[in-house]
């Protein structure tokens, strides 16, 4: 391969485990390993407690119970009927019976949740918890005020600091390292204040890079999030999982995008058309304002395109709080009355806000299984371990979000998965990796050449102008709302700006935080998440969940457009070709009974 | 620009990166307006503003707290003023 001089340089930096990630997922893992006494080091982009988490707001669901009466399987049922039947339930029962442990352990990392009289963690409800197997809502989801990501995030960091994990803050991981065998050994990574790279060779290597929201053009995410570990997963050959699904959140401010919680639906807000009309009670009569997030934003979409939208244009709906007591609101939720006023110009307290269904979520991403392993279809078995590799966080797919994934559960996701992913890997060091693996020369090279491409392109396309190109594309073709020749024209667009994304060109070529570097080395992992998601969905002719199919028929057979004979299964997608291949759900729990197919109604 | 100078620029805004898209929404029109125009003192003003906290950040940028720093004030209101509000019809 033909490298020029400059990037050849390289160093290589050893280490028991490198996580690449320092949001509650990888901050969760990596207290595993170091409290092992493990030499671990922790790649970030940003400075850990700076890491998308702390947007957080919402809380963590467990049945702790300490309100009224809660258990964990009907938690479990929750999440199984939320995901429309896709999670895994043999994930999904590990994820619920193990929330009140994390979120216990969390109280003793110093996390301050917010309290009843009693001194018991205080618990509100949240969309789609229910009691007794989807009777009611429940009070589940643990907060510390408005800031529970951010808390979480320091508490584990602190954590983290006391049994000295080391960070390297600032510096952006390129690439998987991964040899012929299948088997990874590290990453390639650039430290951003220096241009510098490095090879991270490790034992064990752990993906918990966060979520790719900013793939669509209207998205409640971070700039940050761009999908990194996902990427770096496709380019390396590992299948991304089930990356049609996306959540949409119903609440994102008109215009801007900017999350409103939906704790503010749990103390009592109330979605009205433009008749001023509480329309959730037509189309979810026992939880209405609570049920089910793709319900909601099915039924808020719904209510646009039938011409009940409201503004100018009719194309927002609204939320209203004005009956709450204001105390409550400044008290409960006090971020939202600041939100209002910036990003909207309303005064919560007198007037409802303007909101529309905005891209918030990743369910789908690298496969793992409930012990955090990378898995893989190999020798006729669909889940094989990928040696060296775990992931955790909304990067993974365990799978417990399945086609659409309940409020307060992604944190849950990154306690679980993330100790899990780092015990996994601490038995792995423990038990049968003793050595480093030999670093595989082509893959770094591969990574290296990436690199070069980019510092020599000439005529090339502009990054900003491409990934708005792929960010409006995704949102007109692949939306809340799907159609099938929008798709398939869709797929083709993509693969157009995929062309243009490995021919991105930038001027300037200083070493120092160059930002537009980083941003064209983001990009190239974003455009591998998008082709993922359209080639997918234009795949997948069923509704399900968040994936919703204008072609879809509600029969008897297919209630609601979903298709359980042909469609209960996993999607995987393979860069290479964008070859499609499917997985079978797993449909038995570890220890109760199967949760059988229903159609979803809240 | 000089290389020097712009080398702290791109410092701040990789560290205008936050993990509230509130911000990150400000802080694009920020740069927008201010990349050529920003001296010295706003540099500094900018860079302990950074240090902070993110939703403590966001609790100036917002008005819901204030600061008795001049210096920070001036760029609190400079952040407001280009905040999305101003373009929102
Ligand atoms: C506005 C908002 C509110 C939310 N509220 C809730 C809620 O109330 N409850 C809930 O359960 N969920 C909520 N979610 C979802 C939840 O916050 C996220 O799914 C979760 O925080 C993701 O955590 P993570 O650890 O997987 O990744 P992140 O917290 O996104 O962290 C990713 C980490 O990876 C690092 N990284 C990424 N790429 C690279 C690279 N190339 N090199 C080095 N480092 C890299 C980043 O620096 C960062 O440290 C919310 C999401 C949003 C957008």
Known sequence: MALRKAIMNYTVRKFDAVIVGAGGAGLRAAIQLSEAGYKTAVLTKVFPTRSHTVAAQGGVAASLGNSEEDHWHWHMYDTVKGSDWLGDQDAIEFMCRKANEVVVELEHYGMPFDRLDNGKIYQRPFGGHMSNFGEKPVRRSCAAADRTGHAMLHAMYQRNVKVNTQFFVEWQALDLVRDAEGDVMGVTAMDMETGEIVVFHAKATIFATGGAGRIYYSSTNAFINTGDGVGMAARAGIPLEDMEFWQFHPTGVAGAG?????????????????????????????????????????????????????????????????????????????????????????????EPLPVVPTCHYQMGGIPTNYSGQVVVPRGGNHSEPVLGFYAAGECACASVHGANRLGTNSLLDLLVFG??????????????????????????????ARVDRLNHQKDGADVHETRLAMQRTMQKHAGVFRFKDMLAEGVKRIDEIAGQVAQTQIKDKSKVFNTARIEALELDNLIEVAKATIVSANARTESRGAHVRDDATDTPETPDGRDDRNWLKHTLWYREGNRLDYKPVQMKPMSVDTIELKKRAY | MDEVRKA???????????????????????????????????????ESLLELEDHDLWALVSGREATDDSQLAAMIERLREVSPLANFE
Request: glycine share 8%; hydrophobic share 40%.
């Open chain 1, 258 to 350: 900017v999350l409103i919680t939906e704790g503010v639906r749990g103390e009592g807000g109330i979605l009205r058309n433009s008749a001023g009309e509480r329309f959730m009670e037509r189309y979810a009569p026992n939880a209405k304002d609570l049920a089910s997030r793709d319900v909601v934003s099915r039924a808020m979409t719904t209510e646009i395109n039938e011409g009940r939208g409201c503004g100018p244009n009719e194309d927002f709906v609204l939320l209203d709080i004005t009956h709450l007591p204001p105390e409550t609101i400044m008290k409960r939720l006090p971020g939202i009355h600041e939100i209002g006023i910036q990003f909207a110009g309303v005064d919560c307290l007198k």
């Open chain 1, 419 to 448: 100790k899990s992913a780092g015990e996994t890997a601490v038995n792995d060091l423990k038990n049968s990796v003793k050595a480093h693996k030999p670093l595989a020369q082509d893959a770094i090279d591969r990574s290296l």
């Open chain 2, 8 to 46: 702290r620029i791109n410092r701040l805004k990789w560290h205008c990166r936050r993990a509230l898209l509130e911000l990150d929404l400000v802080f694009d029109r920020f740069w927008e307006r201010y990349e050529d125009s920003l001296d010295a003192q706003g540099e500094a003003a900018l």
